[in-house]
Every structure is written in C-alpha cells, then in structure tokens.
C-alpha cells in the first residue's frame, strides 16, 4: 500500500503503456440519470483514467457502459447515505480484471496495467464523526479485507475519509505539510496505521 510521504515505486518505463491517473470525487449523490449525466460530462474534460467516487447513493449495485463508453461501476448506499463507485476510462475497461465491493462504503478495482504489473485501486468512503467508533472499526476492517482481498503489486487506498488531518507534526511521515483545519478523531494517525 502507498501511503503519503512514502516514496513511491515506479514500474519501469519499458513496463507501462501508458499514464494512469487517479482521482476521488465526493459526488454528493448521483441517485438520478440527470446527476450521472452531469458528472459524465464533466468527467469528459478531464483526463482521468479512474475516479474513485464517494457518497454515490444509487439504490442498487450494478456497472454499466455509459454513452462516453466509459465504465460506471457503483455500490448502493444505506438508507439514502453512502455508496461508492468508480468511473473507468474507455481505454482501460478491457483491463478490468475485477470489480468487487466489500460493504457499502468500501468498494475496490483490479486493473492488470501490464503482462507482469496489477493494480488494485481501493475507494473508501468513511462515517462521520458523528457516527460510533464501532461503525468506524467496522471499516477499517472492510479496508483491511479490500486491502488483502486480491493480491496485486501496487495498491492504493483512496476516498473520503472524513478526516482533517491538519499540518504534519514532528516526525509524522503519513501526512503532509498542507493540511488545514485542526485536526479532529477520525484523523489521528493511530486510525490511519490500523489500515496495514
């Protein structure tokens, strides 16, 4: 798993076909065509090969190829909260080795990017504050089985987690130096390094 401040492997050049980049979007809901529809159009200018979608809240699971030929994949939320889902560019849906969600709130994608290479791009989205700290070890632990449900080379955890992480403090090396806001219970780094 990758986290931040970590360096970052690289699969060597002669391996990669081609850029992949990743995004997370906290959609708000997509539970209407029309809300889809927008998001599609905005997806059409950028230059995302996935994103990773949060607070999705459609009311059931199920992909689809959309108009743009892009893949849409979601899970359903719970009583009108949650859900998660990624948006595939075209030009990596044949690579989609599979596609599986853990719970309502955690979701993840394998994607071969080479003969020798997979990723696996795992989308989260957390419970507030509001919520019980067993809600919230609840998904960690549908983290953790994401994490170790299919072995890949390269994993990345990504999402909304509810959090404010603030600024790095001393020798911190999971967060970086541009947080803002304090820094509230869901981002205290003891939460983060339960994910290993």
């Known amino acids: 798993m990758v986290t ?5 492997s690289r699969i060597p050049k002669k391996d990669c076909p081609a850029k992949l980049d990743l995004a997370m979007y906290n959609a708000r809901t997509l539970r209407t065509d029309e809300k889809l529809i927008e998001l599609e159009e905005a997806v ?5 090969t996935m994103i990773g979608l949060s607070a999705v809240r459609r009311e059931v699971e199920d992909t689809i190829i959309l108009k743009s030929s892009n893949l849409f994949y979601y ?3 719970e ?5 998660v889902g990624f948006m595939v560019q075209k030009s990596l849906v044949n690579n989609i080795v599979r596609v599986e969600s853990v719970s309502s709130r955690v979701a993840y994608v394998k994607v071969k990017i080479t003969k020798r290479y997979s990723l696996k791009v795992i989308q989260v989205y957390a419970h507030t ?3 019980s700290d067993e809600e919230v070890e609840a998904l960690y632990e549908d983290i953790s089985k994401a994490i170790h449900a299919s072995k890949t ?12 992480l603030d ?3 001393g020798a911190e090396l999971r967060v970086g130096q541009f947080g803002y806001r304090q820094r509230n219970e869901r981002g205290k ?4 390094q339960t994910l290993r």
């Open 129 to 131: 504050t509001a919520h």
């Open 153 to 164: 080379y390269y994993s990345f955890v990504m999402g909304d987690f509810n959090a404010s």
């Open 79 to 83: 009583q009108s909260q949650g859900g």
């Open 75 to 77: 899970q359903k939320g």
């Open 189 to 192: 780094i003891d939460h983060i």
């Open 44 to 48: 059409s200018k950028l230059h995302c």
């Open 167 to 169: 600024k790095r403090s």
């Open 4 to 8: 931040a401040g970590q360096g970052v």
